[in-house]
């Protein structure tokens, strides 16, 4: 199997990397710790559907999730349609705050889909993150699924929450396909990128990049049978929200590659993406590339994209 950016094989570098970081299914007796933990999800979700597709697929089959948090917020619309989906999956008990705001309107696709009676959510992304971590004994989940900046206002305000978190972010790339630029996760917020990933360093943060999920075997089109079903007389209501926020996208693009329902698959111990350890560094714009002194993190290097593609169906059937 190739790795994502290089001429290799997953086969040569196997041998540096253990269980836990080749991923794999949770062992059959004795399930690691981590696999119960608590989760919080940290999404721009209104722009690309990809998160919104996450955010249902963790809200059907991951209990733990506790909190979501929203990033490159809109005027906190993000927030309020992260509360209106996990209303509709049934979700009412997972709190939701606004996060970062950076002024960004561009990746924003979903006006007047969050209805009006929706309330707005609440702002404070530090206390509810240390009400979760003092509530909790052991580690917690989180998973990125846009830009480092609540990462990097916690890892500011209060450092020792940061360290019990166990951090799968989808982000980075190492051969990003516009090399003038950094990827999109990175590049929205490149400081806090810049400032996160060499602080992450000593809990050994893992990155789904962007040159494994960005690949047309996951990409949802209106020919996909996924959106063939939320288009369906029958659909339920998240997936009538679905097809009209696939519509929306794909109004622009031609459709949803699945960044970050992969990113929760690799959270969720899903054994179809591998990883190696990695040694990275961050250029001025936030571009990932290979350094022999830089920062050792945890990359995907490839995935097995029909079994996810499968999985997905599955989770959301």
Known sequence: MALAGTSASFEEFEELAGPLIRGGPPPAVGVPAIARAPMVIDTDIGGDPDDTVALVVAGRLVPELRLVITSDEYGGERARFA??????????DVRVVAGS????SRMWVIDGLCPAEVPRQGT???GAVSELCAATDGRIRWVGMGPLSNLAMLQAER?????QLVV???GGAI???DPTRAEHNFRVDPQAAIRMVPALEPWLPTFVVSDVTFNPAIEITTESRLYKRWAHPDARPWERLFREHCDRWMAKYPGTMQHDALTLAAAMLWPGVRFVRERVALDSIARMSRSDGGTEIVMSVSADYAAFMSWLEDALS
């Open 83 to 92: 509360r209106y989906l996990l209303d509709l999956v049934g979700r009412t």
């Open 101 to 104: 705001d950076l002024g960004n």
């Open 124 to 126: 404070d992304v530090l």
């Open 159 to 163: 450092p020792e929450l940061v360290s």
């Open 168 to 170: 799968t972010q989808m």
């Open 175 to 177: 051969n990003f396909r």
